[in-house]
């Protein structure tokens, strides 16, 4: 007899942040167990009568114009506002046999089945800071339980609810992300009181949630995460593309991944890194995130004061920086700036940036666990990481570690790895075992822990995925 799968919500599965990437290898690894999965998407889809299973597929995969996206948006407002008082949705079956999801761009793991309750994680948000209650989702199947990947204010009826909550950052530093109210705050609390269990990714997160919040220890379970698989790429194609693409030369420039959001602490980094004055430029690579003007105004002004002429330009919203040598394309690095924004990028090319790179630098103020230094170690690449929150659990002694609030320690550090080839190597050759803590063989095991606290037990013979299935995820 088949296990009963568990439901995932998809609120992230789309997207290119964090817990995006969470989501989609958690959706994998279960798979891999023989444990069926159905994500449960939240698009606001318009039906009529006579419209098929087709025509709800192509609402919640497809992509809409700008100006129909805004019509939409008016029309979800009126719609979500007059649902603000009923406690309970309902989600349906949404056929996905016909469609191939294995080209997009970050191509979604393999599952079992979809279904889609209209506009389901922002009727919750709504609901709870109205009435500070959770949302209830009706299914149309049994799961054995819900697994909520980030802190959302729903629960499905009547089996184990679990939730991730990454990290405690809203509570421990509420001045680096986006509240309205104190609705974070009350939000983690609510999880506390209300979750069957509580995962997170790191004992460092474990720790700051269960002095906070008063979690009795047995109620939250550390899984930490695996390294997403990355693309592979010959060392040749990955020359090319930092050359030919970004205009950089391989081996000569440093690079940052993540988000730009303050948490990641740029402007320390980057004033650091003038500091430091090395003689390679340092890239950023990665999407807008929140709270980012003044990252974006440091760019712009360092690329204003270049100190060769470089034509004044901007950096847009889009996240390209338009300043550079006369026809430069948009995120092309150009050679007499010091530091560079690229852009959201695709996985390849951060793939190729990250194998070319001479080292690699996250000073993060904070992290929940930290997967952009576990990828530069995976590949090999020197890391100059914070000393502080989860990172020294995830890097060990296989990365130079400074205060992220010390720009002269920091200063001081990009010195060092940018001069000093033997640490680098030395780096270099810490870096593999210890990404190799984090397998999936290891991150399955303690999924299998957790899921056990709840009585919910993950088949002991992993399934085979397909070629085909590999390759989609692997590429993403």
């Given at each position: ?10 609120s ?17 690894l279960?798979?891999?167990t ?10 606001y ?33 009126s719609?979500?506002t ?44 709504q ?5 500070q ?8 199947r ?6 909520w ?8 009826r ?19 992300v986006?509240?309205?109210?104190g ?9 506390a009181?209300?979750?069957?269990l ?28 695996a ?22 030369e ?41 709270m ?29 920086i ?9 995120g ?30 996250f ?6 666990f ?5 990828e ?6 020197p ?15 296989a ?14 550090g ?31 095991e ?15 013979a ?13 590429a993403?």
């Amino acid at each position: 007899m088949a296990p009963l799968p568990i439901l995932i919500d998809g609120s992230h599965l789309k997207n290119i942040s964090g817990i995006g990437s969470y989501t989609r290898t958690l959706v994998h690894l279960l798979q891999t167990t023989g444990q069926p999965v159905d994500v449960l998407f939240g698009e606001y889809c318009r039906m009529q009568r006579s419209d098929t299973g087709a025509v709800l597929a192509a609402q919640v995969f497809g992509t809409e114009p700008p100006q129909w996206f805004w019509m939409k948006a008016l029309r979800r407002l009126s719609f979500l506002t007059a649902m603000t008082v009923m406690g309970r949705v309902s989600a349906i079956d949404v056929p996905t046999d016909h469609i191939d999801l294995n080209a997009m761009e970050r191509p979604l793991p393999p599952f079992s089945g979809v279904i889609n309750a209209d506009a389901v994680f922002q009727r919750a948000a709504q609901r709870f800071s109205a009435r500070q209650r959770f949302l209830e989702v009706d299914t149309p199947r049994s799961y054995v339980a819900a697994h909520w990947t980030s802190p959302l204010p729903i629960k499905a009826r009547g089996i184990p609810n679990i939730y991730t909550l990454h990290d405690a950052i809203p509570l421990e530093f509420p001045y680096l992300v986006l509240d309205r109210g104190g609705r974070n705050a009350r939000l983690f609390s609510r999880i506390a009181a209300e979750a069957d269990l509580i995962v997170t990714v790191s004992e460092a997160s474990k720790e700051r949630l269960v002095k906070i919040l008063g979690i009795a220890e047995e109620r939250i379970a550390v899984t930490y995460q695996a390294t997403p698989a990355l693309p592979i790429l010959t060392q040749d194609h990955a020359e090319r593309i930092v050359r030919d693409v970004y205009g950089a030369e391989p081996g000569k420039y440093a690079l940052f991944v993540g988000t730009v959001e303050p948490k990641k602490n740029l402007k320390r980094l980057m004033e650091a890194y003038l500091l430091a004055g090395v003689d390679i430029p340092l890239l950023l690579a990665g999407p807008l995130g929140w709270m980012y003007d003044d990252e974006l105004a440091m760019i712009d002004m360092i690329a204003r004061n270049a100190p060769i002429a470089v034509p004044q330009g901007r950096t847009d919203l889009a996240g390209s920086i338009t300043t550079g040598i006369v026809g430069a394309g948009l995120g092309r690095a150009s050679s007499c700036l010091p530091i560079q924004r690229l852009g959201d990028l695709p996985r390849r090319h951060v793939a190729a940036l990250l194998q070319c790179a001479r080292f690699f630098l996250f000073p993060s103020i904070c992290e929940g666990f930290g997967l952009p230094v576990l990828e530069a170690m995976k590949l090999g690449v020197p890391v100059l990481t914070s000393s502080t929150s989860s990172l020294p659990e995830v890097v060990g002694e296989a990365a130079l570690k400074v205060d992220p609030l010390d720009i002269t320690a920091l200063a001081d550090g990009i010195r060092m790895l940018a001069s000093d080839a033997a640490l680098r190597c030395e780096l270099a050759q810490r870096g593999h075992p210890q990404a190799a803590k984090f397998t999936n063989k290891a991150y399955r095991e303690r999924l299998a822990a957790a899921y056990a606290r709840v009585g919910v037990h993950l088949p002991e013979a992993a399934r085979e995925i397909s070629p085909q299935e590999t390759r989609a995820y692997d590429a993403s």
